[in-house]
């Protein structure tokens, strides 16, 4: 039956509604989880606050969970689901670069969005250098098409890529993600910082 | 305990595992139902595609970027899923901080720096942030939580370096954070 959109059960109108009240969902669970915050954001990288870690891997995990139990009860059609494609060295580069963005600037386009909303004046002009940062890529888009569109590997799975099923890759994250929770409550004991 | 240190108002935030629950089953509804994931930087692309197209028409007819992007996209740029998940961010975020008194004008920054460093540094993120969204096809949201949502591994890739590349300059930075 899902998605309904690519199944038509919902008009394309509905859908960008839905899109709205999904939106309200994601801003209010990332800013009732500290994430409008960039101190604690950035704590992350320095062990006093490793909620993003949490959060993070929390939400991946429930989510993979999720859809494959959802694919299993035949209530949606994973193939009709977007995944990303790979381009291997533009998503390498371009994720080096997010990283400095995020330890120089403290948020990530989402967070930051949050952040504002709720009256955080740093975050208004790191949103003010998103818009300017993709302005600079569009304007050098020819130069970097190349290396933008090359390296395409396809839309393979995490699985697909080891050659495992689905179910014993997300064991395998959830166990590594439970052994990342605990190192992030221990470094929170170890590196502690007050309240800000 | 000196009795001139205000009693610090704690910032009520949600436990961080449920928070991380409820995300998940807002990423599991953005999948049900409209076949796609959570994301950010695209809507922040919207805005840019839009404001050229309004200012520079000339510009956006020529440039290789526009082009392709406006060929793709017969609708115009704010007619998209992002767009309107975007505002529904910002309206989310803004009851949350209603709702647990968290609105305030104010620039946040470690003790050690000044408001002036903090923007500065704010700028400058928010670029390096933005071009690599677009070099790397999606932000944080978009391709990294989303992509490994559905077991995308572009998205595994996504999350390693970017959070493997904030974990290896922290160092440097060190002094605008703690």
Same mark, same amino acid.
């Given at each position: 039956?899902?998605?309904?959109?690519?199944?038509?059960?919902?008009?394309?109108?509905?859908? @960008?509604?839905?899109?709205?009240?999904?939106?309200?969902?994601?801003?209010?669970? =990332?800013?009732?989880?500290?994430?409008?915050?960039?101190?604690?954001?950035?704590?992350? !990288?320095?062990?006093?606050?490793?909620?993003?870690?949490?959060? !993070?891997?929390?939400?991946?995990?429930?989510?993979?969970? %999720?859809?494959?139990?959802?694919?299993?009860?035949?209530?949606?059609?994973?193939?009709?689901?977007?995944?990303?494609?790979?381009?291997?060295?533009?998503?390498?580069?371009?994720?080096?670069?997010?990283?400095?963005? !995020?330890?120089?600037?403290?948020?990530?386009?989402?967070?930051?969005?949050?952040?504002?909303?709720?009256?955080?004046?740093?975050?208004?002009?790191?949103? %003010?250098?998103? !818009?300017?940062?993709?302005?600079?890529?569009?304007?050098?888009?020819?130069? =970097?098409?190349?290396?933008?569109?090359?390296? @395409?590997?396809?839309?393979?799975?995490?699985?697909?890529?080891?050659?495992?099923?689905?179910?014993?890759?997300?064991?395998?994250?959830?166990?590594?993600?439970?052994?990342?929770?605990?190192?992030?409550?221990?470094?929170?004991?170890?590196?502690?910082?007050?309240?800000? | /305990?000196?009795?001139?240190? #205000?009693?610090?108002? #704690?910032? #009520?935030?949600?436990?961080?595992?449920?928070?991380?629950?409820?995300?998940?089953?807002?990423?599991?509804?953005?999948?049900?139902?409209?076949?796609?994931?959570?994301?950010?930087?695209?809507?922040?692309?919207?805005?840019?595609?839009?404001?050229?197209?309004?200012?520079?028409?000339?510009?956006?007819?020529?440039?290789?970027?526009?082009?392709?992007?406006?060929?793709?996209?017969?609708? $115009?740029? /704010?007619?998209?899923?992002?767009?309107?998940?975007?505002?529904?961010?910002?309206?989310?975020?803004?009851?949350?901080?209603?709702?647990?008194?968290?609105?305030?004008?104010?620039?946040?920054?470690?003790?050690?720096?000044?408001?002036?460093?903090?923007?500065?540094?704010?700028?400058?993120?928010?670029?390096?942030? $933005?071009?690599?969204?677009?070099?790397?096809?999606?932000?944080?949201? $978009?391709?990294?939580?989303?992509? /490994? $949502?559905?077991?995308?591994?572009?998205?595994?890739?996504?999350?390693?370096?970017?959070?493997?590349?904030?974990?290896?300059?922290?160092?440097?930075?060190?002094?605008?954070?703690?």
């Amino acid at each position: 039956m899902g998605p309904l959109i690519v199944s038509d059960i919902i008009t394309q109108n509905t859908n @960008f509604f839905l899109a709205f009240l999904i939106g309200i969902g994601f801003g209010f669970v =990332l800013e009732s989880s500290g994430f409008s915050s960039s101190r604690k954001l950035a704590g992350m !990288f320095y062990g006093y606050d490793t909620v993003v870690l949490k959060v !993070f891997f929390t939400a991946a995990i429930v989510a993979m969970l %999720g859809l494959l139990f959802m694919s299993l009860f035949n209530w949606i059609d994973l193939d009709m689901v977007y995944v990303n494609p790979t381009y291997l060295w533009s998503t390498i580069v371009g994720g080096i670069i997010m990283g400095a963005g !995020f330890i120089v600037g403290g948020f990530c386009p989402g967070t930051s969005f949050c952040a504002a909303a709720i009256g955080k004046i740093d975050a208004l002009f790191f949103i %003010g250098g998103i !818009f300017l940062g993709i302005f600079i890529f569009t304007e050098a888009y020819p130069l =970097l098409e190349g290396f933008y569109k090359g390296s @395409f590997r396809g839309t393979p799975t995490l699985p697909e890529a080891l050659g495992l099923k689905d179910g014993v890759v997300v064991l395998g994250i959830i166990i590594v993600a439970l052994g990342m929770f605990w190192a992030g409550e221990w470094a929170e004991k170890k590196f502690p910082r007050k309240e800000y | /305990m000196s009795e001139a240190v #205000k009693p610090i108002k #704690k910032a #009520k935030y949600i436990n961080p595992y449920l928070g991380g629950i409820l995300l998940g089953l807002v990423l599991i509804a953005a999948n049900f139902v409209s076949g796609r994931g959570l994301g950010a930087s695209g809507a922040a692309k919207s805005v840019v595609v839009a404001t050229v197209n309004s200012v520079s028409p000339g510009h956006a007819e020529k440039a290789l970027f526009f082009r392709e992007y406006n060929e793709s996209h017969p609708d $115009g740029p /704010m007619k998209a899923w992002l767009v309107f998940q975007m505002l529904g961010v910002i309206v989310g975020a803004f009851l949350s901080g209603a709702i647990f008194k968290r609105l305030k004008f104010k620039v946040e920054h470690s003790p050690k720096i000044t408001s002036k460093r903090r923007i500065i540094f704010a700028v400058m993120g928010g670029i390096l942030f $933005g071009f690599g969204s677009q070099l790397g096809r999606g932000c944080t949201s $978009g391709s990294a939580l989303s992509g /490994m $949502g559905v077991l995308s591994l572009g998205g595994f890739i996504s999350m390693a370096f970017i959070f493997g590349t904030a974990f290896a300059l922290a160092w440097f930075f060190r002094k605008n954070w703690i």
